[in-house]
């Protein structure tokens, strides 16, 4: 976390604590998903702000149960919302995307009720920035902040 209480944390949500660890949960025998906590300041940046980037950089909406070679209920891309608001935004979002064409197929992204968001283990924290050379980081992550520096430089901290 920052100086200034925002975060973004790795993590599980969909099912019970019992089950959020790594090994089960890819497994594929739970009801969660890998999913980040982003803890922000809305007077900073707006709901729609961050499903703009969700959508456009961090991975394909299009694909069920499934990001790149990751396959899975565990990897289906899904916004967990914390109430019935943010449900709205995204659900106005998600139908604008899909209304104007934005993608070649239909979003899958699911909406779910946020019951508890589950923190990794600790290994998973910062892992792109522990793991540099790390063959994932390199050709599937690394490309994406590029994107997103590339798309969003006026939104990132200096």
Same mark, same amino acid.
């Not at 050709?139 to 994107?147: C, L, Y």
């Given at each position: 976390?920052?100086?200034?209480?925002?975060?973004?944390?790795?993590?599980?949500?969909?099912?019970?604590?019992?089950?959020?660890?790594?090994?089960?949960?890819?497994?594929?025998?739970?009801?969660?998903?890998?999913?980040?906590?982003?803890?922000?300041?809305?007077?900073?940046?707006?709901?729609?702000?961050?499903?703009?980037?969700?959508?456009?950089?961090?991975? $394909?909406?299009?694909?069920?149960?499934?990001?790149?070679?990751?396959?899975?209920?565990? =990897?289906?891309?899904?916004?967990?919302?914390? $109430? !019935?608001?943010?449900?709205?935004?995204?659900?106005?979002?998600?139908?604008?995307?899909?209304?104007?064409?934005?993608?070649?197929?239909?979003?899958?992204?699911?909406?779910?009720?946020?019951?508890?968001?589950?923190?990794?283990?600790? =290994?998973?924290? $910062?892992?792109?920035?522990?793991?540099?050379?790390?063959?994932?980081?390199?050709?599937?992550?690394?490309?994406?902040?590029?994107?997103?520096? !590339?798309?969003?430089?006026?939104?990132?901290?200096?």
């Amino acid at each position: 976390m920052d100086a200034s209480g925002l975060s973004v944390r790795s993590g599980y949500a969909g099912d019970s604590a019992a089950t959020a660890n790594y090994r089960t949960v890819c497994g594929g025998m739970t009801n969660h998903a890998e999913a980040i906590e982003v803890r922000y300041d809305a007077s900073q940046a707006t709901l729609g702000q961050l499903l703009k980037i969700h959508f456009s950089v961090a991975h $394909d909406p299009t694909q069920l149960n499934r990001q790149g070679n990751d396959t899975g209920r565990q =990897y289906r891309s899904a916004i967990f919302y914390s $109430d !019935e608001e943010q449900r709205r935004v995204a659900e106005a979002y998600i139908r604008q995307l899909n209304e104007s064409r934005v993608f070649t197929s239909p979003i899958v992204t699911t909406l779910e009720p946020l019951e508890a968001f589950h923190v990794a283990e600790d =290994y998973h924290q $910062d892992y792109a920035a522990r793991n540099p050379g790390q063959p994932y980081i390199m050709f599937v992550a690394q490309p994406k902040v590029e994107k997103l520096r !590339e798309h969003f430089e006026d939104r990132l901290k200096k």
